[in-house]
């Protein structure tokens, strides 16, 4: 489904991505870990198309697509999604209004008739049931004054209603509480399917326990330094990443 | 169109002058010695150079480059007027073609015992003593030679007497139509508007320009705000390319009443509008909206005082502004508050998005404070898109020009929806739309 080779990327200058490969098949979940500043945010944005990084080197094939050659909005079309460390707050929008236009855009790149307003409806109320978001949130303007559950599941909502094959979620866990982190991780998990995929890119382990990877890899100074099972989170988790620092400095 | 440079001052003090001299008795009358006034006034202040602090950034020379005709007549009929797309409502419209009351195409529905709507000929004609009195009443003070000019060259606009506990349904919407298909046309509508105690009113002043000659708009509203009364007053500009457009809404508000201003410039080559509230009471709030969107190499240029005279009022501000191309948008807002004005709360803010490196906001807020206990606050910015959102928007499949329309309506969206007469407001929600698509 996505295979990324010798991806490389900076910004302003900087050399942040320094030839990244993974091959995610359909249905899996891969994990993407690493220590802060490793280049896990960059990888999520340059999947998605953030204009501020120039990629250098490599390419990403989704789907039998060159990717990098296309708009955010053509990705988000054929399929890839990001859900935000920091979801934008947009007043003056509502979310239900923001998806609609959304939905019926990727609906008009594939040739689809937009979807009527009742359609429409029917198919957010049971997203939204699917997510345990409260129906009040969809007619607020988009995030604006969400507490940070709110904005997170709001990600994760918009994630149920546009279906993509592949979500990328990036810190999805960061500053949530333990319950919202269990109500997103739910909704994600609902979302699994043999034929969609997920990467879930975190500093923490404890995301993992509630959405079981199938791999895990180790992301270190731009390169991916380490892959394995599941267990290889806990074992980041118990041991932290030092001794991953030196295995890759031995080696160096 | 003229091209020939001209003395527009000279020609209007000459005009002045041959009409007086054909007026018979009525030259001796209350009214007429006010305009009287007001040429000697305009004569002494003449037409406003960049040199004026008050028209830094606002140059007239181009408007007053060229002759107006300030009596055309026009055929215009309702046909012509469909097309300019205001929709069918519920309300009191008002007809003005070239300043000019048109009472076949206006509808009055609000009963006469609660409220009185006629020209301001017309309520001349019935009862001058009143009509005088309360004529440049509200700007018998100011410092502004368009004023002046519209004191001394009126010669229409709407009367409006609201008796004391009235609950007006209907809205007044006045329209104000330059017919400028054949020749290059001035108005000078002078509006008067009296509120009385604990009466509600919603009201708009809606202009719009046929033809592709110019139009010479210099309209002047006063509006007594009286106890209690709660105003609701919106201005809408939808103009020509060769629309040049100066008013000024001057109000006074007494104790406890309320005040709402919305003013939206959606197209004209060049516009000015001078707001200005005097806070003559205690426990009044005035607020004040504004919109503006000028593209190619138009102009727009708001000017608003809130003056605080009395204890424990506010006034509340926020003008925002799309600017693209080459146009220009200033914005000057004043705050006086008096040494009476204690416990005074005073905010403004003005925010504006620059699509183009050509483009220009200026944005002066100007705080002047007399009194010692009072709460005021100022901001203004100007900037870009929020790239951030942008991206987060094309993230979910939203096309970048279907974003950035979205972003821009969201950007106006605090201010259209402070427009409570729902016509008004879908028109506005219409037009921008079609605006924020179209480029």
């Known amino acids: 489904m996505l295979s990324i080779n010798d991806l490389r990327a900076s910004i302003e200058g900087k050399e942040i991505l320094k030839g990244i490969n993974l091959e995610v098949k359909p249905g899996e979940v891969h994990a993407i ?17 953030r204009e501020e990084y120039e990629v250098t080197g490599g390419n990403v ?6 990717i ?3 708009a955010p909005e053509e990705r988000a079309a054929e399929g890839i999604f990001l859900a935000f460390q920091y979801p934008v707050e947009i007043p003056g929008v509502t979310t239900i209004n923001f998806l609609k236009t959304a939905v019926n855009e990727i609906r008009k790149y594939k040739g689809e008739a937009p979807l009527d307003a009742a359609q429409f409806l029917k198919m957010v109320r049971e997203k939204a049931k699917l997510v345990s978001m409260n129906d009040s949130l969809l007619k607020r303007a988009l995030n604006e004054g969400f507490s940070g559950g709110e904005k997170k599941r709001n990600e994760i909502f ?3 209603v546009l279906e993509p094959k592949l979500a990328i979620l990036d810190e999805t866990d960061s500053g949530l509480d333990i319950d919202a982190l269990r109500i997103v991780a739910e909704g994600v998990n609902s979302l699994r399917s043999p034929e969609r995929a997920t990467i879930v890119v975190t500093h923490y382990q404890r995301l993992l326990d509630y959405i079981v990877p199938d791999y895990v890899h180790v992301l270190y100074k731009g390169r991916i330094v380490k ?3 599941k267990e290889l989170a806990l074992e980041l ?7 991953i620092k030196a295995e890759v400095e031995a080696v160096g | 169109m003229s091209t020939e440079t001209i003395d527009l001052k000279t020609r209007l003090i000459t005009d002045f002058h041959a009409r007086e001299a054909v007026m018979n008795g009525e030259a001796s009358s209350e009214f007429h010695q006010k305009k009287r006034a007001g040429l000697a006034r305009f004569e002494q202040l003449g037409f406003p150079t960049i040199k004026h602090e008050e028209w830094k950034y606002s140059n ?3 408007l007053i480059s060229v002759s107006y005709d300030f009596n055309a007549e ?5 046909a012509e007027l469909e097309d300019l797309k205001v929709p069918k409502q519920e309300a009191n419209i008002l007809y003005f073609v070239n300043g000019r009351y048109n009472p076949d195409l206006s509808t009055i529905i609000s009963p006469v015992e609660k409220i009185t709507i006629s020209s301001l000929a017309e309520a001349y004609k019935h009862d001058p003593a009143k009509v005088a009195a309360h004529f440049n009443e509200l700007t018998k003070d100011a410092d502004d030679a368009f004023t002046a000019l519209n004191t001394a060259f009126t010669q229409d606009g709407i009367f409006i007497h609201i008796p004391d506990n009235q609950s007006v349904e209907h809205p007044i919407i006045l329209r104000f139509v330059s017919d400028a298909r054949e020749k290059n046309v001035g108005s000078q509508p002078r509006n008067i508007i009296s509120v009385g105690k604990n009466s509600q009113v919603k009201m708009a002043e809606a202009f719009r320009t046929l033809g592709d000659q110019r139009s010479f708009t210099n309209v002047v509203t006063e509006i007594h705000v009286a106890e209690e009364a709660n105003v609701q007053y919106y201005k809408v500009q939808n103009e020509s390319e060769n629309a040049y457009h100066i008013g000024t809404t001057q109000v006074r508000m007494l104790d406890r009443s309320h005040f709402y201003a919305g003013t939206v410039t959606l197209n004209g080559k060049f516009t000015r509008n001078n707001l200005n509230i005097v806070l003559d009471g205690e426990h009044c709030d005035a607020h004040m909206y504004g919109l503006y969107f000028p593209d190619g190499t138009q102009h727009v240029d708001n000017h608003t005082v809130a003056d605080h005279q009395k204890p424990n009022s506010e006034s509340n501000e926020l003008y925002k502004g799309i600017l693209r191309d080459k146009s220009k948008g200033v914005f000057n807002g004043k705050i006086f508050v008096r040494p009476d004005a204690q416990k005074t709360n005073a905010f403004q803010s003005c925010k504006n998005i620059v699509l183009s490196p050509d483009a220009s906001m200026n944005t002066k807020p100007q705080l002047e404070i007399f009194a010692d206990d009072v709460k005021c606050s100022h901001g203004t910015t100007t900037g870009q898109i929020d790239e951030e959102a942008l991206f987060y928007m094309r993230s979910r499949g939203i096309s970048q020009p279907e974003a950035m329309s979205l972003l821009m309506f969201a950007f106006c969206a605090d201010v259209v929806s402070q427009i409570k007469i729902d016509s008004v407001r879908e028109y506005l929600e219409n037009v921008i739309t079609q605006k924020l698509a179209s480029k």
């Open chain 1, 33 to 49: 870990m690493g220590p802060n500043g490793s280049g896990k945010s960059t990888l999520a944005s340059v999947l998605a198309g």
């Open chain 1, 61 to 66: 094939v989704f789907e039998g697509k060159e």
């Open chain 1, 68 to 70: 990098l050659e296309l």
């Open chain 1, 158 to 160: 918009q994630m149920a």
């Open chain 1, 227 to 229: 892959s394995g099972p």
């Open chain 1, 237 to 243: 988790e118990e041991k932290g990443y030092d001794w």
């Open chain 2, 60 to 62: 007239v020379r181009d």
């Open chain 2, 74 to 78: 026009s055929s215009i009929g309702l």
